[in-house]
């Protein structure tokens, strides 16, 4: 079966949206596929929204960016309308739970999507900090196609040298990076034609 997963993912500056590209990147890179990720900078880049484009397939990637994404993930209020061009009919919309009000009006009722309450479980249970690291569970449940070795590999990649200088940060991030898996191997849809 040949993959071809399109992921667009937005958010505010400091949100964590290009690490989370960049770590999904890594992994899957380092599982065997061809993965490539393209950061959006410009105006965003001060104050804006922050979108990242992220391509992962068996066959070589012939273009960087895509108009309609197998995964469209909106962190914020205005990213929920900025990656709006990339939703289509069969995109699964991944958000913050408490954007359910903005994702209704902008998406209807129609939308394939996934609620996450990342900013709730960061903020209840861990710490904010890990916010984008859940939202990095929730993809690699979702998708199901990367090993968890692969992913904390790439992690370490990131945020090593944070965790050499803070170790509990190690286990902070891996506890958030199974908490989103839970999430989102709960709702694997990717692929199954829904």
Known sequence: MGLNLKIALAGEGGQGVQSVAEIITEAAYQAGFQ???????????????????????????????????DIVVALSRRAVERVRQ??????LLVYEAGLEDDVRRVYGEEQRRLAVPALAIAQ????????????????????????????????????????AQDPGLRELNYRALERGYEIGSGKREVGNGR
């Open 35 to 69: 993965a490539l990720y393209i950061p959006n900078f410009g105006v965003e880049q001060r104050g804006g929204v922050s979108v990242a484009f992220v391509q992962i397939s068996r066959e070589p990637v012939s273009a960087p960016k895509f108009t309609t994404g």
């Open 86 to 91: 990339y939703v289509g009919e069969k995109t």
């Open 124 to 163: 209840e249970e861990m710490h904010p900090r890990v916010f984008n690291v859940i939202i990095l569970g929730v993809l690699v449940g979702v998708t199901g196609f990367l090993e968890r070795r692969h992913v904390e590999q790439a992690l370490e990649r990131q945020f090593g040298h944070k965790f």
